[in-house]
């Protein structure tokens, strides 16, 4: 397992990375973090916590990153995909607190030829579990030529 920055095997630029840092991976697999600080995105200083329903995103960046990190070390470059949807996103609290560094650990289920893959999901903290799903995702070949074809 190469060290990659979590910007070097995510599609995205700031503010939308939401994740801290890849942790591990392998073929099948990835845990990354997400250090709710002040600075998060979608960070309600009231309250000062994130909502759980952002657990979906940090979840589908987690599947990103371990794409990512395999293309990378395919020597390919990094290519974007698509949250096609959550199954059974069951959140266990309301919200993610200030200052917890929470786990999100990735496993792939399914993967077709055509790019599409489920992943079951979840996030935690120690032994905490405060959310879990099954998460579809769509990588096609060329997601540049697909946009296209679906405008």
Known sequence: MTQYSI???LPHTDPMI???RLVSYDQDSAICE???TPESAFYNEQTQTVASY???EYMAQSIAA???ALALDDNLPVKIGFLIGSRKYKTYSPEFKL???LSVSVKKLFQEDSGL???ECRIFEGETVFAEAKINVFQPEDPVQ???EQQ
Do not use: H, M, W
């Open 99 to 101: 200052g917890q560094i």
């Open 7 to 9: 910007e070097a095997v």
């Open 54 to 56: 952002i657990g979906t």
């Open 18 to 20: 939401l994740l801290s």
């Open 34 to 36: 997400v250090d709710i």
């Open 146 to 148: 697909f946009l296209k």
């Open 117 to 119: 893959s489920v992943f």
């Open 66 to 68: 371990y794409a990512g």
